[in-house]
């Protein structure tokens, strides 16, 4: 039997909840110095073998100097047709369409865990159709009064069951929850 692959979201959050400023920016995340093993990435990262992300966040990627390629496959979800000029990297696939039959199809092919990314809406969208399975965040010590949500509000109730809780020298906090009341 062929072992599930997992959607999880790998994420960092300010002390207050939010994954960018309104603008999109991340300064007070990236000027951070990382410790080794940057908080447990780079073993995550060994676990997965596709990336599941919005269009801002692809872009937003694109302008952080994100490397795209035909190593790992890239999935971007987008209202819009991919860009012409220049096109996306090979690896880099646009869909536009229905979430739950895509994670089904994408589930049902073999491979390791994928990784969504977001931004807030494309994790709601993930998440009113029940397909996320985990939560790892990791709450930056500082406070930014404003921005993008780690989620985008709507009326919801969705339990999580804590997996586990690491504390890290400087401050960080990373929280590992799992989605509880899956279908599926």
Do not use: C
């Not at 999880?8 to 110095?33: K, M, N, Q, Y």
């Not at 969705?158 to 400087?170: A, K, M, N, T």
């Amino acid at each position: 039997m062929t072992k599930r692959r997992n959607v999880i979201v790998h994420i960092a959050t300010s002390a207050d909840g939010f994954i960018a400023r309104p603008d999109g920016d991340l300064e007070w995340l990236t000027s951070r110095p990382a410790p080794k093993g940057f908080y447990g990435m780079n073993a995550f990262m060994r676990s997965i073998d596709t990336e599941v992300l919005g269009r801002k966040t692809y872009e937003a990627g694109l302008r952080l100097g994100g490397k795209f390629d035909s190593k790992s496959r890239t999935i971007v979800f987008s209202r819009h047709a991919p860009p012409a000029d220049p096109p996306p990297p090979s690896g880099v696939e646009f869909v536009n369409g229905p979430i739950g039959p895509f994670v089904r199809r994408l589930r049902e092919q073999p491979g390791k865990n994928i990784w969504l990314m977001g931004g807030g809406e494309l994790i709601a969208s993930f998440l009113d159709e029940q397909a996320i399975d985990e939560f790892v965040i990791s709450v930056v010590p500082v406070f930014i009064g404003d921005g993008i949500p780690l989620i985008a509000r709507r009326h919801r109730h969705v339990p999580l069951g804590l997996q586990s809780v690491e504390r890290f020298e400087d401050g960080l906090v990373q929280l590992h929850y799992r989605v509880q009341n899956l279908a599926g």
